[in-house]
């Protein structure tokens, strides 16, 4: 029997964490392990209880974790030690493409009308990773760019998650865990990446030819998704306690129980965040600060601490953080509160909410259907005067059976208040065998495409948060992933096109799949919402945008009306660089430029021109890497981690690379 086996004789027959018997002269019988449940999600709120009932959570969840039987190939994953409504611009310039109006999201580019600020990016034929740095250029008078120095931080940190640009003050945020994720897809899947660290360091960019870095903040942890209302920066992260001397995977009795006594001697200061700042570290949070569910008994567990923390970016030694020991796939932020979203057992989904001034946990609830598998799911969720409308679907039924769920906070509960479809309002959302594939709210409108063979959109009125109703409906061949709002009661809808003469006839035969024909862009008037409408789309055959998976990759300016739009694109085909024929099947990469003028009384999308670039290398870059900045008439495509300057109405790209 090991030394820890004969300590943990000691642990076992109390089972409580914390509460250590004293060990008897005599020889006890031989302990059985003790009995932890696996982490799950508990439907039902979160609550603040004693230090003691946040670690007994913790330390159960590090010990269920470390005795879960995996393969080789998963061990390494999951167990391995461990130590981130679209916004047009009142400038005259393109600003990040984000999910809500003031809410901030960070990006790769970020302007100021007179100077860039372009985060250098890895290509994937790199054998050693670019040191993380910031380039700036400064726009001359001509619009040609200047560039004029680099940004680095003092934190060591191995890629760039994005930056922000607030003022004077420039947030460069990274990680030093370098691996690829989905921005805002949060996991329930254990993980344990090495000494993980969300580095944020922050610039004064007064004088941009002279910046200087004015705070240096880490937090031990993975950054899953970021925001910016105003001065205030919001880091929502993800920490998994490290402990020694583990065996991971335990699958013996004495194996578990070994890990069992370790795992209970540890300290839970050492189990907890910390922050890192001025060469000082303190908690980032108190056990008896975080919130775990109500409904956790002693044997349930779970072993990673959920983090939002709020940093002042103009005082930034104020920082603010709450801590929550739960489970969440997905979040939503408004510009009053943060929702965090997990599917529960593949029939509901609970959210939890989170007050942005206080920090402060407010309510739980939970809706029947699940946030979907098609289309991002940041834009099934939005709150407008105090309530969450939300679209969900349950996959369980023989179709999908798709719902707008309206809740409202009373008191810590956030109950439904309204549903679609209802006893007074009974029409379906799609038609049978139909997916959601793009939803949009805007004001006291939700607009949403669903498809399997043909594109119905749906108007829905929300005017009366308790009584919502289908209001309108136009089916189209080919489908919208991606929906932009626009003003004087238009919108831009962004997916694929759908061969016509394959789409099932009325009393015809069997039903063949549709087959994809590039992408589509579709301008839609829903002015009378009974009879939305497709004024005009325009069709790119072998092509797709990656703004229908990356919405950040669009760059709208909006002059009063008028509409300008930029969006990368990626062909394939028979061409070569020069765009002659070729024996061989090539990728093509292009900035699409269109604008349409919904002042006028019968608006059309109008393509202007495709810029493309000559690249002075052979590596490949992901097209959903692209991006752009409208001003005026001039338009900046920045191509891997070139800029390079094209006038509106030219069809390349003439100056440049800068």
């Known amino acids: ?81 461990p130590g981130e409504n679209s916004v047009t611009s009142g400038d005259n310039f393109s600003q990040t493409n984000t999910v809500e109006q003031g809410v901030d999201e960070s990006d790769r580019v970020k302007y100021d009308g007179n100077y860039m600020y372009v985060a250098e990016t890895g290509t994937y034929y790199l054998t050693q990773p670019l040191q993380p740095k910031v380039r700036v250029l400064k726009r001359n008078q001509d619009f040609t760019l200047t560039p004029l120095t680099s940004i680095s931080s003092s934190l060591e940190f191995e890629r760039i998650n994005g930056i922000y640009l607030h003022e004077n003050k420039l947030a460069v945020l990274g990680t030093t865990v370098n691996f690829y994720f989905i921005e805002d897809n949060l996991s329930n899947r254990i993980s344990f990446p090495a000494e993980a660290k969300v580095s944020i360091s922050i610039f004064d960019v007064t004088n941009p030819e002279q910046t200087t870095e004015s ?40 194996d578990k129980i070994d890990n069992f006594s370790v795992v209970s001697q540890t300290p839970i200061e050492q189990l907890m965040p910390k922050l890192y700042q001025d060469g000082q570290q303190r908690p980032l949070n108190n056990p008896e600060d975080c919130y775990i569910p109500t409904q956790a008994t002693s044997q349930d567990g779970y072993a990673q601490f959920l983090n939002v923390t709020k940093v002042n970016l103009d005082a930034p030694t104020e920082i603010q953080s709450t801590c929550l020991t739960t489970i969440a796939s997905t979040l939503y932020m408004s510009p009053d509160n943060l929702y965090l979203a997990v599917n529960v057992n593949n029939q509901d989904t609970l959210f939890h909410k989170i007050d942005l001034t206080t920090l402060d946990y407010s309510a739980s609830g939970s ?39 309206i809740l409202q906070q009373q008191g810590s509960d956030l109950t439904a208040i309204a549903t679609l479809p209802n006893d007074t309002a009974p029409e379906a959302i799609g038609k049978p065998g139909e997916d959601i594939y793009a939803v949009r709210f805007i004001g006291e409108k939700a607009y949403v495409v669903t498809f399997q063979n043909i594109d119905p959109l749906y108007v829905i009125n929300l005017s009366d948060g308790t009584r919502p109703f289908i209001e309108g409906e136009l089916e189209i061949p080919g489908f919208s992933n991606y929906i932009q709002p626009l003003d004087n009661g238009y919108l831009l809808g962004i997916g694929q096109q759908v061969s016509i003469n394959i789409l099932p006839q009325v009393g015809g035969g069997a039903i063949i799949p549709p087959q994809i024909g590039g992408m589509k862009i579709s301008l839609f008037d829903v002015r009378d919402p009974a009879n939305p409408l ?19 990759a669009l760059s709208v300016l909006n002059t009063n009306g008028a509409y300008q739009f930029a969006l990368p694109l990626e062909e394939w085909g028979n061409f070569d660089s020069d765009n002659t024929s070729s024996d061989f099947i090539m990728n093509r990469n292009s900035l699409m430029l269109l604008e349409t003028d919904t002042t006028n009384n019968a608006p059309e999308l109008s393509l202007i021109h495709k810029v493309t670039v000559l690249p002075n290398t052979d590596f490949y870059f992901y097209a959903g890497d692209d991006r752009s900045i409208i001003q005026g008439d001039k338009v900046y495509y920045l191509r891997g981690n070139q800029v390079w300057l094209s006038d509106w109405s030219q069809d390349s790209a003439t100056l440049g690379p800068y």
């Open 534 to 552: 497709e004024l005009s789309s325009l069709v790119t055959s072998n092509s797709f945008t990656p703004i229908e998976f990356n919405y950040k």
């Open 215 to 254: 705070a240096a903040i880490q937090l031990d942890g993975v950054v899953l998704a970021t925001r910016r209302i105003e001065n205030s920066l919001y880091i929502i992260s993800t920490y998994t306690p490290r402990v020694e001397n583990l065996t991971l995977g335990a699958n013996t009795d004495t």
């Open 367 to 405: 809706v029947e259907g699940q946030l979907g598998w098609r289309g991002n799911p940041l834009f099934r969720m939005h709150e407008n005067d105090n309530l969450l409308r939300v679209v969900t679907t349950d996959y369980n039924q023989a179709d999908p059976l798709h719902s707008l769920s």
């Open 1 to 81: 029997m090991s030394h820890k086996t004969k300590i943990a004789q000691c642990v076992i027959s109390a089972f409580v964490l914390l509460n250590l018997s004293a060990c008897s002269s005599d020889t006890p019988p031989e302990p059985e392990p003790p009995q932890v449940n696996q982490a799950k999600v508990f439907n039902g709120p979160l609550g603040q209880t004693s230090s003691t009932q946040v670690e007994q959570f913790i330390k159960n969840g590090i010990y269920a974790t470390s005795i879960i039987e995996v393969s080789n190939d998963e061990a390494v994953s999951i167990l391995a030690s």
